[in-house]
């Protein structure tokens, strides 16, 4: 038997992982030399698995774009049960545990059902393929699982959200999904998607369909003119969903944050009615319906969560008397547009708090079921007397020059300014899936993309001054702390070699110092989101 991380036998699940990390290469996604890593493999693997008349009676909603496409399938999916069906939801990617992207009837899939699955998929595709048909990469392998689980649970729907791009994803072996959408456009993945709105947006309408209805939302002209067009071609009816009106929820919010979860909510709105209406469950058609929501619709869209997207968490670990003195702000924002939304989200969130609203989103997502404590008092004071920490890292195919000047000039424009910014990296593991993956020691990260972030950041502080930007390394000091640790500080901000200095760090802060109150910021990547809801919610 395998060994866990701690040294001790594997559990059957962490052997699961085990087999699931063997899948991930170094390859990229989609990769246009290699015609998406040879699509038309995904073929092969649905005969193995005996899937591919499964997946042509299956009703699908596909769902593509830059931003908001997960909580566009995360509305679709909770306005479709409560309307009385049951569902089965894939999304990308996973914040804490894998089993997060399959979920049926709104709840992750259990752990038992996980692995009966998972290895009927594995062993079958370990017995059939060869040299010519190697086994199917990570993401591949997970969206055929997908198609498995949704196929035996005998799911009314299946709404699958693409994992990249849209053409080549794997989730476009789909022939004849009941509706599309396109959530907003942006510029993302552009070492693969092409670097004008324009090629992006091909690359997302690539899963229309012929004679496939589809809706998206108001885009750039230039994105919006590809998506016609390439409509046009398929014969495909694209229309534009309007943000959804408040007024429409009768009282109740949004159960997800941000003025931009309006425009997710109207393309959910029109996914699903005209998806009821294709299956034969509604005889009105979308636009017959815009002054008015029907009262399932208004339960799906306000009693639903979707963790690391502006999600409120109280640090556990702080002492109890003192609840809210350090809070996380967590929105795994990665793109110029959505850090944007990720400022507005946070300004307003620190100022003009709901309190109800942020316990019950809070209590969703407790295991206990009831409110902590902590978060009573957690905005006991206002955000005047409260200092705002960023914490962040990106992937090194992302312009720290796009996004930190975005996030930036967006909190300002709202009063908010970070006193201090935390930059680390990713306590997850790349080439291996699962919580009991072993992270590299602090002596072995290689820190030189966030001495990169840090000195983008500390060039952005000057230049707000009034200053002239210039060589931020002249306000290096490099130090040790109490366990030996290098730590890189500049004026403005710090480099901390790992994770879980940081957060030591915030904590420590706040314990040795009654009148601190940190709210932190934690954005640029769900890696790092996920990485810090495992410390936080332990």
């Not at 997800?256 to 909510?265: I, K, P, T």
Request: glycine share 8%.
């Amino acid at each position: 038997m395998a060994e866990g991380g701690s040294g001790l036998p594997a559990t059957p699940y962490e052997e699961a992982l085990d087999a699931l990390s063997s899948l991930i290469t170094k390859r990229r996604r989609a990769d246009k030399n290699n015609n998406g890593d040879c699509f038309e493999l995904l073929h092969d693997y649905l005969m193995m698995l005996e899937l591919d008349e499964q997946i042509s009676q299956m009703k699908v909603i596909h769902v593509a774009g830059t931003k908001g496409k997960g909580s566009t399938c995360v509305f679709t999916e909770s306005i479709l049960r409560h309307c009385g069906f049951r569902t089965g939801l894939f999304t990308s990617p996973h914040l804490i545990d894998v089993r997060e992207r399959f979920r049926l009837d709104g709840i992750d899939i259990c752990e038992e059902k996980f692995l009966a699955y998972f290895w009927w998929c594995y062993d079958r595709l370990k017995e059939r393929t060869n040299d010519d048909v190697p086994m199917p990469t990570y993401f591949r392998f997970l969206a055929l699982l997908a198609f498995k689980i949704f196929a035996a649970e005998q799911v009314d729907v299946a709404i699958l959200e693409v994992g990249l791009g849209g053409k080549f994803d794997a989730t476009n072996v789909v022939r004849a999904p009941i509706v599309c959408g396109i959530s907003s456009l942006g510029y993302d993945h552009m070492e693969i998607l092409g670097n004008t709105l324009g090629e992006i947006a091909g690359e997302k309408a690539g899963i229309f369909k012929q004679g496939v209805p589809a809706f998206t939302v108001p885009q750039p002209d230039e994105a919006m003119r590809v998506l016609e067009e390439k409509a046009s071609r398929l014969d495909v009816r694209l229309q534009v969903a309007a943000p959804m009106d408040a007024d429409l929820l009768n009282g109740p919010k949004l159960g997800l944050e941000g003025e931009h979860q309006y425009l997710n909510a109207g393309l959910a709105i029109a996914l699903s009615f005209t998806w009821l209406q294709r299956t034969g469950h509604l005889h009105i058609s979308y636009h017959d319906q815009t002054n008015s929501l029907p009262e399932q619709f208004i339960k799906g869209l306000t009693m639903i969560n979707l963790q690391g997207r502006a999600q409120i968490v109280p640090d556990r670990d702080i002492d109890m008397e003192r609840p809210g003195d350090l809070v996380f702000y967590l929105d795994g924002a990665h793109s110029p547009e959505s850090m944007e939304a990720c400022g507005r989200w946070f300004s307003l969130a620190i100022r003009e708090p709901d309190r109800k609203q942020q316990i019950l989103n809070y209590r969703s997502k407790d295991n206990s079921g009831s409110a902590p404590e902590s978060v009573e008092g957690l905005h006991k004071e206002r955000s005047s007397d409260s200092t705002q920490i960023l914490l962040f890292n990106c992937m090194s195919v992302r312009d720290p020059q796009l996004l930190l000047p975005h996030l930036m000039q967006t909190c300002a424009s709202h009063g908010v300014y970070f006193k201090k910014a935390l930059f680390v990296p990713n306590t997850s593991v790349y080439y291996k899936v699962g919580s009991h993956a072993s992270p590299p020691t602090d002596s072995q990260v290689d820190l030189s993309w966030q001495f990169t972030l840090q000195r983008v950041w500390e060039s952005l502080m000057q230049t707000d001054k009034g200053g002239e930007a210039h060589n931020t390394d002249a306000f290096v000091e490099e130090v040790k702390d109490d366990e030996e640790m290098s730590l890189r500080i500049c004026e403005h901000s710090t480099v901390f070699p790992s994770l879980q200095l940081a957060i030591k760090w915030l904590r420590d802060s706040v314990q040795q110092n009654q009148a601190a109150r940190f709210q932190v910021l934690v954005t640029g990547s769900l890696h790092l989101v996920g990485d810090v809801l495992r410390l936080v919610k332990k």
